[in-house]
């Protein structure tokens, strides 16, 4: 994500939409390595299929993730505002439901992803740490 938090919000739509689909991308990637290997496949092609399919929905979710919430801070003008972030992870979630042709995973990715993006942008405009020494 090196870059991301330097773009001012609302602004490089298409820059941030990069960022967090090449993310998304990594993630996919290394979960469908670990899947390949503890649910192993009877041919190449099914572990091909698998990670290309993981990686390309990991992608997705996160250049939707990026767009979106761009967007919302252009749209709202109100960049600073956690809300563009859960709006962001709900149509990442909303994505998630629509891929798996269920309403219940995507209300409930919807939620649950846009309530952790949310706390990750106030954890990030109040200076949270998860690692460590604690500020004093």
């Not at 649910?39 to 390309?56: G, K, N």
């Not at 979630?93 to 993006?117: H, Y």
Request: hydrophobic content about 45%; charged content about 15%; glycine content about 14%.
């Amino acid at each position: 994500m090196s870059g991301y938090w330097d773009i001012p919000e609302g602004t490089e739509c298409a820059k941030k939409a990069w960022l967090t689909g090449r993310l998304g991308a990594a993630v996919g990637l290394l979960g469908s390595v670990y899947h390949i290997v503890l649910f192993q496949p009877e041919t190449a092609l099914q572990a091909f299929q698998r990670a290309t399919t993981s990686t390309v929905t990991m992608a997705t979710l996160g250049a939707i993730f990026g767009v979106t919430t761009c967007l919302s801070a252009e749209i709202r003008d109100a960049p600073e505002d956690p809300l563009n972030y859960f709006i962001g992870g709900c149509a990442s979630g909303a994505l998630l439901g629509a891929r798996a042709q269920s309403f219940g995973i995507g209300t409930s990715a919807c939620i649950g992803l846009g309530t952790l993006a949310a706390l990750v942008k106030i954890g990030k405009k109040e200076g949270w740490r998860l690692v460590g020494p604690p500020k004093l």
